[in-house]
Structure formats: structure tokens, C-alpha cells
């Protein structure tokens, strides 16, 4: 059974930074796509960020990009988000989904809700100005 674990959430202040974690476990994978989604609240779940385990291939949010940066730690099986230059708007519950087993996805469609069929149980952030 495949689990997705996210720490990492805190309250901070606006222009600090914070990094997530998503540990995942339960699968024989090795190349698939992980990604992190936000949900303020009454919002729509967003993509923030999303990352290919094999060939490491990055996509990003317009909102995020230069601010937000996703790695992975293979030998952890851990996929990070590190965020700086934190603002108010960054303020949700911050979701790390995967899909497995591993399908290609354009980059449009590794930030689509849609395309994930594993998620975790999600991590606070909020931001005050």
C-alpha cells in the first residue's frame, strides 16, 4: 500500500521560508511523479509544484516560480519543497500526491489534480504578515 507522509508545516512570517517534507513508502518504483498541491480555504486544490523521480524533470506554479523549489532525496524516498519569500496568499494545507504506478505526463498535466491517485494527509502553512 503506497503512503505518502507530509511534515513539515508551520506558522511563519511573511518573507520567511519553510521546507516540506513528503515521505513515501509502500511501492517498487523508481521513476514516477510526485508532486505538492495547496488548498486555501473555499479554493480549489492547486499544483504548486511537481517533480519526475527519474529524470528529475521540475515543473512549477507561475505563483511559485523562483520562490518555491522541489528536490528529491532518492536514497530517503523523500521529495522536499522548500519555500522562501513567503506571502500571505501562500497561506493552505499543503498536499504531496504521487501517481503510481507511473504514467507520462506533460507539464500541464503534472500540476493537474487529476493525474495523482495517491495523496497524503496534508501539512499547514500559513503566512502573517
Known amino acids: 500500500q503506497v503512503q505518502l507522509v507530509e511534515s513539515g508545516g508551520a506558522s511563519v512570517q511573511a518573507g520567511g521560508s519553510l521546507r516540506l517534507s513528503c515521505a513515501a513508502s509502500?511501492?517498487?518504483?523508481?521513476?514516477?511523479?510526485v508532486a505538492w498541491f495547496r488548498q486555501a480555504p473555499g479554493k480549489e486544490r492547486e499544483g504548486v509544484a511537481a517533480?519526475?523521480?527519474?529524470?528529475?524533470?521540475?515543473y512549477y506554479a507561475d505563483s511559485v516560480k523562483g520562490r518555491f523549489t522541489i528536490s528529491l532525496d532518492s536514497a530517503k524516498n523523500t521529495v522536499y519543497l522548500r519555500m522562501n519569500s513567503l506571502l500571505p496568499e501562500d497561506t493552505a494545507m499543503y498536499y504531496c500526491?504521487?501517481?503510481?504506478?507511473?504514467?507520462?505526463?506533460?507539464?500541464?498535466?503534472?500540476?493537474?489534480?487529476?493525474?495523482?491517485?495517491?495523496w497524503g494527509q496534508g501539512t499547514q502553512v500559513t503566512v502573517s504578515s
Open positions: 500526491a504521487a501517481r503510481i504506478p507511473p504514467i507520462r505526463l506533460t507539464a500541464v498535466q503534472a500540476l493537474n489534480i487529476m493525474s495523482y491517485n495517491y
Open positions: 517533480i519526475h523521480t527519474g529524470g528529475l524533470s521540475t
Open positions: 509502500g511501492y517498487t518504483y523508481s521513476s514516477y511523479y
